[in-house]
T-cell receptor, first 112, second 114 residues
């Protein structure tokens, strides 16, 4: 069966520091991968998606970037965090034929 | 622009009651609709996926229906239990547009009282 792992679960970082959140999927090959952000009162917002290694599409201009160095690995990064980057970040993957989306456990980022 | 609305934002019911959660969307040209459950501080768990050609899907005590013409979906929970307490979100995937971009509602927070 397929599983998705996301880490770290919780992160407290000062403004201006770098960020790296990692996500890996097991039990499937060539998944579509996604990074979402969930902010209180604003719902879920798609940040990046990837249909293959090195293929990244950005949905929202922001202080963040994403990379996919391996088929089942997706990384969310920032060189300098802003206060507004605080939030709950969710990695997800989808089944190609049905489009069903599966989420990881999330990473809570607090920027101070 | 597709908008997804979930009403009510919060719902409290006694244990054992059957209940219906509502999801409405403005553009009927959807590829599919998915219902999720989210526990506090956790990720989203997929409950049911309804393709645009389907009318309903069932899993255990859950039944989701889809009426594209009216832009509505409902999630029916039978014989509710305290363990069903969570936030329930619906999301629609559009034809065309950015791949993978689901439009989410803001959720209904369900509380089932023992």
């Amino acid at each position: 069966s397929q599983t998705i792992h996301q880490w770290p679960a919780t992160l407290v970082q000062p403004v201006g520091s770098p960020l790296s959140l990692e996500c890996t999927v097991e039990g499937t090959s060539n998944p579509n991968l996604y990074w979402y952000r969930q902010a209180a009162g604003r719902g879920l917002q798609l940040l990046f998606y990837s249909v293959g290694i090195g293929q990244i599409s950005s949905e929202v201009p922001q202080n963040l970037s994403a990379s996919r160095p391996q088929d089942r690995q997706f990384i969310l990064s920032s060189k300098k965090l802003l206060l507004s980057d605080s939030g709950f970040y969710l990695c997800a993957w989808s089944v190609a034929d049905t489009g069903e989306l599966f989420f990881g456990e999330g990473s809570r980022l607090t920027v101070l | 622009k597709q908008e997804v609305t979930q009403i009510p934002a919060a719902l409290s019911v006694p244990e054992g009651e059957n209940l219906v959660l509502n999801c409405s969307f403005t553009d009927s040209a959807i590829y599919n609709l998915q219902w999720f459950r989210q526990d506090p501080g956790k990720g989203l768990t997929s409950l049911l996926l309804i393709q645009s050609s389907q009318r309903e899907q069932t899993s255990g005590r859950l039944n989701a229906s889809l009426d594209k013409s009216s832009g509505r979906s409902t999630l029916y929970i039978a014989a509710s239990q305290p363990g069903d307490s969570a936030t329930y979100l619906c999301a629609v995937r559009l034809y065309g547009g950015s791949q993978g971009n689901l439009i989410f509602g803001k959720g209904t927070k369900l509380s089932v009282k023992p």
